[in-house]
């Protein structure tokens, strides 16, 4: 039996740069119904720390969203949050946890491995945690939910025309296999009677929206680009680094709560297919000046494909975060229709990218692109 208008929700990866953002919401969606719901968070020990150990690192409140303050947190946590020693890829049985629950609850598969690399191992790690540990889940839960809403990447999308003239390529297994999934997630809950939805973020940049500002617990993607000229910079940083990209193109970047907040607020939606993208990139020629000046590395310049006479720095950027960036700073830009973003939320304004940009960047050189929470 569904549980209409309130918060019945089992969310993955709430230990995660967006998932946590997201658990953020759905915590205010709880305490703004009047403590009223529950949420089940599968996730899993970590470096030594319990689960538990870990959702008390999500609640740290100088890193939380400021809006966080209001809510009565132990309260909460006692009777609001269930957590559910949970990995993607060893998968224990789930049934003990909904033993004593009636209802059905909507599952919000969030946790993914973020890795592009092209290697065998990344497609491995892919393969086993984003695309069979995403089947199996959504088969194990299937007596207990009524419905999914699977997050993927903008990465993943393509225009409806570039499918009908054969045009799409994936440019890593991160990207084939949420592909794949976005596939086969229709299917699998058409035949299992679960309503289902997309929603496919663009690159998850810091908050924007709620202070502390600039706020990402892990530094990915993007980020990884700063991390290499910061960390290279000592031993290499009298060399020069020519670094390939597309001079038109740019990099569509969301601040995590921007993102977490159209995610919530589409979950009791019809919407089957959402990107949770900007209007506007940011674009390369601005994005990665301002990333390197963070990262305090100024010996470069930029060219228009690979070179094949690298020098030593060169090798090793092109073999570690180039070979997992290059793809997408080389990439045309595709246009998003924004329309159903927009109607979805009329009343938040778009954050602008590309006048925190800089800050964004700074933040992570402060951090020196140390996670904050692993
Ligand atoms: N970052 C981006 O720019 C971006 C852009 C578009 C879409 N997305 C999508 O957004 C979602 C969240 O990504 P993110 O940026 O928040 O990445 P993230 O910070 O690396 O978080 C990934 C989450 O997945 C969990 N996870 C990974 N492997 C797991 C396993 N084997 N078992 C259980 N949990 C596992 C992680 O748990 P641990 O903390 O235990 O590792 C973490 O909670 C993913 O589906 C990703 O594809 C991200």
């Given at each position: 039996?569904?549980?209409?208008?309130?918060?019945?929700?089992?969310?993955?990866?709430?230990?995660?740069?967006?998932?946590?953002?997201?658990l953020?919401?759905?915590?205010?969606?709880?305490?703004?119904?009047?403590y009223?719901?529950?949420?089940?968070?599968?996730?899993?020990p970590?470096?030594?720390?319990?689960?538990?150990?870990?959702?008390r690192?999500?609640?740290?409140?100088?890193?939380?969203?400021?809006?966080?303050?209001?809510?009565?947190?132990?309260?909460?946590?006692?009777?609001?949050?269930?957590?559910q020693?949970?990995?993607?890829?060893?998968a224990?049985?789930?049934?003990?946890?909904?033993q004593?629950?009636e209802?059905?609850?909507?599952?919000?598969?969030?946790?993914?491995?973020?890795?592009?690399?092209?290697?065998?191992?990344?497609?491995?790690?892919?393969?086993?945690?984003?695309?069979y540990?995403?089947?199996?889940?959504?088969?194990?839960?299937?007596?207990?939910?009524?419905?999914?809403?699977?997050?993927?990447?903008?990465?993943?999308?393509?225009?409806?025309?570039?499918?009908?003239?054969?045009?799409?390529?994936?440019?890593?297994?991160?990207?084939?296999?949420?592909?794949?999934?976005?596939?086969?997630?229709?299917?699998?809950?058409?035949?299992?009677?679960l309503a289902?939805?997309?929603?496919?973020?663009?690159?998850i940049?810091?908050?924007?929206?709620?202070?502390?500002?600039?706020?990402?617990?892990?530094?990915?993607?993007?980020?990884?680009?700063?991390?290499?000229?910061?960390?290279?910079?000592q031993?290499?940083?009298?060399?020069?680094?020519?670094?390939?990209l597309?001079?038109?193109?740019?990099?569509?970047?969301?601040?995590?709560?921007?993102?977490?907040?159209?995610?919530?607020?589409?979950?009791?939606?019809p919407?089957?297919?959402?990107?949770?993208?900007?209007?506007?990139?940011?674009?390369?020629?601005?994005?990665?000046?301002?990333?390197?000046?963070?990262?305090?590395?100024?010996?470069?310049?930029?060219?228009?494909?690979?070179?094949?006479?690298?020098?030593p720095v060169?090798?090793?950027?092109?073999?570690?975060?180039?070979?997992?960036?290059?793809?997408?700073?080389?990439?045309d830009?595709?246009?998003?229709?924004?329309?159903?973003?927009?109607?979805?939320?009329?009343?938040?304004?778009?954050p602008n990218?590309?006048?925190?940009?800089?800050?964004?960047?700074d933040?992570?050189?402060?951090?020196?692109f140390?996670?904050?929470?692993?």
């Amino acid at each position: 039996m569904k549980r209409s208008g309130k918060p019945f929700f089992i969310l993955t990866g709430s230990t995660g740069v967006l998932g946590s953002h997201i658990l953020y919401e759905l915590l205010w969606k709880i305490h703004a119904c009047g403590y009223q719901g529950k949420l089940i968070l599968l996730l899993r020990p970590k470096q030594g720390k319990s689960i538990e150990a870990r959702f008390r690192d999500l609640l740290n409140p100088a890193l939380m969203p400021v809006f966080m303050q209001e809510i009565d947190l132990e309260r909460i946590q006692k009777d609001h949050v269930q957590l559910q020693d949970y990995d993607m890829t060893t998968a224990e049985a789930l049934d003990a946890c909904f033993q004593s629950e009636e209802g059905t609850w909507h599952l919000i598969h969030c946790a993914a491995s973020v890795n592009l690399g092209t290697s065998a191992a990344a497609c491995e790690e892919i393969k086993q945690t984003n695309y069979y540990g995403t089947l199996r889940l959504i088969k194990m839960l299937r007596p207990y939910i009524h419905k999914v809403s699977y997050i993927s990447t903008a990465f993943a999308f393509r225009p409806e025309e570039w499918k009908e003239q054969n045009m799409v390529q994936y440019r890593n297994y991160y990207e084939i296999f949420k592909a794949q999934i976005e596939e086969e997630i229709p299917e699998l809950c058409r035949e299992y009677g679960l309503a289902w939805q997309i929603l496919r973020p663009s690159i998850i940049a810091g908050r924007l929206m709620d202070a502390p500002y600039h706020v990402v617990y892990r530094f990915l993607v993007f980020y990884l680009f700063g991390a290499f000229f910061y960390r290279s910079k000592q031993a290499y940083g009298n060399m020069n680094v020519r670094i390939a990209l597309n001079p038109n193109g740019g990099l569509n970047m969301v601040p995590v709560d921007y993102a977490a907040k159209v995610i919530v607020r589409a979950l009791d939606t019809p919407i089957q297919d959402l990107n949770v993208v900007h209007s506007k990139y940011v674009p390369n020629t601005f994005a990665v000046p301002r990333m390197l000046q963070a990262a305090g590395w100024t010996n470069y310049e930029f060219v228009s494909q690979i070179p094949t006479d690298l020098n030593p720095v060169e090798k090793l950027y092109y073999r570690t975060a180039g070979a997992q960036l290059s793809q997408y700073l080389l990439a045309d830009d595709y246009p998003f229709d924004m329309a159903e973003l927009k109607d979805l939320i009329p009343d938040v304004e778009e954050p602008n990218l590309e006048a925190n940009f800089a800050a964004l960047c700074d933040y992570a050189a402060e951090h020196q692109f140390r996670h904050v929470m692993e």
